[in-house]
């Protein structure tokens, strides 16, 4: 599993490529062999993850039970605009026109890489939400870091 680290602040060109910055291309496992999926983010961003995660990713929502009518519409949501990217031989990814309008994606970006992923924010969109952070995050990282205790 590819565990990816790092926040980077990038251009698109006028095509809509993006250019992987090297840290993250270092971060790559052999098993991705420069080949991504992208997709909506649950946020207005897009996230894009390394082949070889978004196939763990996608066998885990195929294993939905989809006559259960919230399972479809995440299925279908889910999916939504998916697309395989291959880096080009100068390290960019061509993003579909259609995410980055759902991203509100124009020129500046910010890639949030974390765990599995790497989120692609429109740099205004990215700037919002970390003003947005929550009064008081220690509260917040309690409540969802909370762990039972090992007897």
Known sequence: MSQFLGEYECK???????????????????????KFV?????????VLY???EWKVISDEVNQL???????REFARYFFRGASELTLDGTSRLLLPKSLLAYASIEKEVVLFAYSNRIE???KSNYDSMLND??????????E???KKQNP
Do not use: H, T
Request: charged content about 30%; overall charge neutral.
């Open 120 to 122: 692609v924010w429109s």
């Open 12 to 34: 698109l060109d006028p095509k809509g490529r993006l250019m992987l910055p090297s840290g993250l291309k270092k971060q790559l496992s052999p098993e991705a062999q420069d």
């Open 144 to 146: 969802v870091m909370a």
């Open 65 to 71: 039970n989809l006559y259960a009518k919230k399972n």
């Open 50 to 52: 390394p082949l070889n």
């Open 38 to 46: 992208i997709n909506r983010g649950f946020e207005k961003c897009l």
């Open 133 to 142: 952070e929550p009064e008081d995050f220690a509260n917040l990282a309690e």
